[in-house]
Each structure stands twice: as structure tokens, then as C-alpha cells.
Nanobody, 114 residues
Framework: QVQLVESGGGLVQPGGSLRLSCAASGRIFRTNGMGWYRQAPGKQRELVAQITRLGNTNYADSVKGRFTISRDNAKNTVYLQMINLKPEDTAVYYC????????WGQGTQVTVSS
């Protein structure tokens, strides 16, 4: 069973940056697309960035130009570089596959506030 462990969140001021990491166990990581999702209080979980197994990427309009997703298949890790953060980016961030989801990890909290 695949386990997903997110890290790298924290408290940052508007305009700041963070880099999230997601370590995945299991060989299937390398043959699957991955996504970063977020869930803000009172809102549904949403997909904000995705990367195919070949490295093609796509982003939600709300984060385009500010977030960059990447992956290191040798390390079974997917990253989310976030710059120019805004208060509306505040949420718990999760990684998972794009379909046939694994069990959700604990996520990592990102809080953007002055």
C-alpha cells in the first residue's frame, strides 16, 4: 500500500515562498501522474497542480504563474514550489495520484498571513 507523507508547510507572510515535498512509498509512484491538492476551512478539496509520469504539468488558474510542480522519480518525491503566496492560499496541502487515489496523508498546513 502506498504511503504519502507531505512536509514543508508553515506560516509565511503575503508575498513569501514555500517549498512543499511529498515522499511516496512504492514502485507505482514512477508510473503514475501526481497532483497537489489543497483544502481550505469550509471548502472542498481542490486540485491545484498536476504532473504526469513524463513530467508534463498543469495548474489551476488561481495558482498559475506562482506554483511549480516537479518530481524526482529516483527519490519517489514530488515537490510544489510556491512563490508570491496570498492569504487565499491558506489551506492544508496534500499530494496524491490523479486517479485511483491512495489513502490521503496527513497533509501539511500552509498559512499565509501578516
Amino acid at each position: 500500500q502506498v504511503q504519502l507523507v507531505e512536509s514543508g508547510g508553515g506560516l509565511v507572510q503575503p508575498g513569501g515562498s514555500l517549498r512543499l515535498s511529498c515522499a511516496a512509498s512504492g514502485r507505482i509512484f514512477r508510473t503514475n501522474g501526481m497532483g497537489w491538492y489543497r483544502q481550505a476551512p469550509g471548502k472542498q478539496r481542490e486540485l491545484v497542480a498536476q504532473i504526469t509520469r513524463l513530467g508534463n504539468t498543469n495548474y489551476a488558474d488561481s495558482v498559475k504563474g506562482r506554483f511549480t510542480i516537479s518530481r524526482d522519480n529516483a527519490k519517489n518525491t514530488v515537490y510544489l514550489q510556491m512563490i508570491n503566496l496570498k492569504p487565499e492560499d491558506t489551506a492544508v496541502y496534500y499530494c496524491n495520484f490523479l486517479s485511483n487515489f491512495a489513502s490521503w496523508g496527513q497533509g501539511t498546513q500552509v498559512t499565509v498571513s501578516s
